[in-house]
Nanobody, 124 residues
Framework: VQLVESGGGLVQPGGSLRLSCVVS????????IGWFRQAPGKEREGVSC????????VYTDSVKGRFTISRDNAKNTMYLQMNSLKPEDTAVYFC??????????????????WGQGTQVTVSS
């Protein structure tokens, strides 16, 4: 199983970025996949996660209305559209997947397969 993120970078406050995560070698009927982030000195937190079979989606409160998770199954790719970015969104962003769907959906401890991460920096 391999997950590869891309799309991070430096952006000014109020700007937008779209992260991509290409997934390979993961062929499960029902699974959870999502985006996580870790800022320096802080624990890794779930940003947004989705269940494959019914598209049930959750977002952490701080990104609701600004971030949107989506998937293109034909391309085996997941996206995170991030709008109205704030300095506090600065972190390394990871995508992750698991075939053991558990609640709460976006708890990092449930996820087995992880990408290497991509840095997002929001600064003027």
């Amino acid at each position: 199983v391999q997950l590869v993120e891309s799309g991070g970078g430096l952006v000014q406050p109020g700007g937008s970025l779209r992260l991509s995560c290409v997934v390979s070698g993961f062929d499960r009927g029902r699974y959870a996949i999502g985006w996580f982030r870790q800022a320096p000195g802080k624990e890794r937190e779930g940003v947004s996660c989705v269940i494959s079979t019914d598209n049930s989606t959750v977002y952490t409160d701080s990104v609701k209305g600004r971030f949107t998770i989506s998937r293109d199954n034909a391309k085996n790719t997941m996206y995170l559209q991030m709008n109205s970015l704030k300095p506090e969104d600065t972190a390394v962003y990871f995508c992750a997947a698991t075939d053991q769907v558990q609640l709460p959906l976006c708890r990092p401890q449930w996820y087995v397969h992880w990408g290497q991460g991509t840095q997002v920096t929001v600064s003027s």
